[in-house]
C-alpha cells in the first residue's frame, strides 16, 4: 500500500462519520478490515452498509463466515474469518463463487486467516483500541492516489 492515513475516532459518531465518508467513494473492491476483538469491525461495516443504502440489521458472519447482501442492484459480501481453521475450509465453501461476482464490494474481516484464498486488497483499515477502550486509531492504507487524496480533505 503506498498511502496511509490516520486516524482517531472519539466515539460510536465518529465510526459513523467516517463510514459514510467512505461509502460515498467506495462502492467495490477489497477490503480488510483488521483489529483485536471488540475494536469495531462490524460496526464499522454496518455504517457502511447502511450508508450504501442497506435497509435492516447487520450481523456479524462470525458463524456463516459470509454474510451476502444485495443493495441498490450492487452485491456486498461480509466476510468474518475468525473462526476459520484453514484457509482452505474457503475453497469447500465455495468463495471462488462468491469472488467471480463483477463489481462487488468484498469486506473481509480477519483477513490474515484466509491467506492465499482470498484476493489482495484495495484498503486497509486497521483499527486499534485504547488502552481505556473509548477511542479508535484508525490507519487506512490503500493504493489509490485521488482516493487518498479525497480522503484526507474529508477526514
Avoid: C
Avoid at 469472488?99 to 491467506?115: I, M, N, Q, R, T
Amino acid at each position: 500500500m503506498q498511502y496511509s492515513l490516520s486516524l482517531q475516532l472519539n466515539s460510536e459518531d465518529d465510526t459513523q462519520k467516517f463510514a459514510q465518508h467512505l461509502a460515498k467513494h467506495v462502492q467495490s473492491g477489497v477490503i480488510y478490515l483488521i483489529g483485536d476483538l471488540g475494536a469495531g469491525k462490524t460496526t464499522f461495516t454496518r455504517y457502511l452498509l447502511q450508508q450504501l443504502g442497506h435497509q435492516g440489521a447487520v450481523k456479524s458472519p462470525t458463524y456463516t463466515l459470509v454474510e451476502p447482501y444485495k443493495i441498490n442492484h450492487k452485491e456486498v459480501f461480509h466476510f468474518d474469518l475468525y473462526r476459520l481453521n484453514d484457509p482452505y475450509e474457503l475453497e469447500l465453501m465455495g468463495i471462488r463463487d462468491y469472488l467471480e461476482v463483477p463489481d462487488a464490494l468484498f469486506l473481509f474481516e480477519w483477513p490474515s486467516k484466509g491467506d492465499g484464498e482470498i484476493p489482495q486488497p484495495d484498503i486497509v483499515i486497521n483499527i486499534e483500541k485504547s488502552d481505556d477502550d473509548l477511542q479508535r486509531f484508525v490507519t487506512l492504507s490503500l493504493n489509490d492516489e485521488n482516493l487518498h487524496q479525497v480522503l484526507k480533505d474529508l477526514l
